[in-house]
Structures are given as structure tokens and as C-alpha cells.
């Protein structure tokens, strides 16, 4: 085996320390409130303005929209979220919290994936950039798939 390399151990340890504050609100949101981490995060975005678009929660997400229509749907079949053709353009279908979801919402934590958006948009562009094409680096050398992700801890759910 070869030997640890400090900077490894760090660069492993703060992505430990993510994933566990990203698993644990996922975690808390499915006992409490009997939702995954994802859905509340859609939720989230779809509570500061009614009538959005599905590319436009991925796009507050920033997720692919392939990945978010998964949840969407999801949070549609529980009654948490209806779609609706728009008023000024009926091809558009937008995306509305059902009184049960703004009720689940209002009662529910905020999203950690919020907590992760803002630290990395506050890291200067130069070091954003450097992170982005880090881990993209690391994703080709895993031979990880170039597919679309699901959501954070949406996986599990995304065939049932």
C-alpha cells in the first residue's frame, strides 16, 4: 500500500465532513417530516416564487434538470407540488406548492445543500474554477460516469 499523503487525508476528510452534514439533514428530513434530503430541497426552491419552471428549480438547484424532474415527480405523486399550465403561455408548465407542502415546508429546516451553494459561490472564481475542474479531474480518474447525477441522497430512490 502506498503511503498517505497528508493533503489526501485533508482533501478526504472536508469532503467526509460535507457528505455527512448533506446525509444528516437528508436523514432528518425523511424522519421528521417523511421526505428525502432532495425533495426538501426542491421544496425549498419552489417556496420564494410560485409558478416555476422545471429548468428553472434545476437551474436554483443546480442540477440537471433530468435529476430534478426525478424528485419533482415524486413530490407531485405525494400532493406536495402541482403542476399547471401557465396563464400567459400554455405550452409552459409551471411548478406550485399545494397547501400540504408549503404546511411541510414551513415547519421544515432549511436544506444543508444551501449551506454548500453559498460556501462554494462565496470561494473567489479562481479557486471556484480550480475546485470544479479538481473534482472533475478526479471524476475521470474514478471512470465515473459522465451521466447526469442524481440529487444528493436521491439515488436510492431514483428506480423504486
Request: aromatic share 2%; hydrophobic share 40%; glycine share 6%.
Amino acid at each position: 500500500m502506498k503511503r498517505p499523503k497528508p493533503d489526501t487525508t485533508a482533501v478526504l476528510d472536508g469532503l467526509r465532513r460535507v457528505v455527512k452534514a448533506l446525509r444528516e439533514n437528508s436523514r432528518a428530513a425523511e424522519q421528521t417530516l417523511g421526505i428525502s434530503g432532495a425533495q426538501l430541497f426542491v421544496l425549498d426552491a419552489l417556496s420564494g416564487e410560485q409558478g416555476l419552471s422545471l429548468s428553472e428549480v434545476a437551474a436554483r438547484t443546480r442540477t440537471h434538470q433530468s435529476s430534478v424532474s426525478v424528485v419533482v415527480s415524486r413530490l407531485v405523486s405525494a400532493g406536495l407540488v402541482r403542476r399547471v399550465r401557465a396563464g400567459d403561455d400554455a405550452r409552459r408548465l409551471e411548478l406550485r406548492l399545494t397547501a400540504r407542502g408549503r404546511a411541510l415546508r414551513s415547519k421544515a429546516p432549511q436544506a444543508a445543500q444551501h449551506g454548500l451553494i453559498d460556501a462554494v459561490e462565496r470561494l473567489p472564481a479562481p479557486q471556484r474554477r480550480a475546485l470544479a475542474e479538481a473534482l472533475g479531474r478526479v471524476c475521470a480518474l474514478m471512470d465515473l460516469p459522465r451521466t447526469a447525477p442524481a440529487m444528493f441522497f436521491e439515488e436510492a430512490r431514483r428506480h423504486e
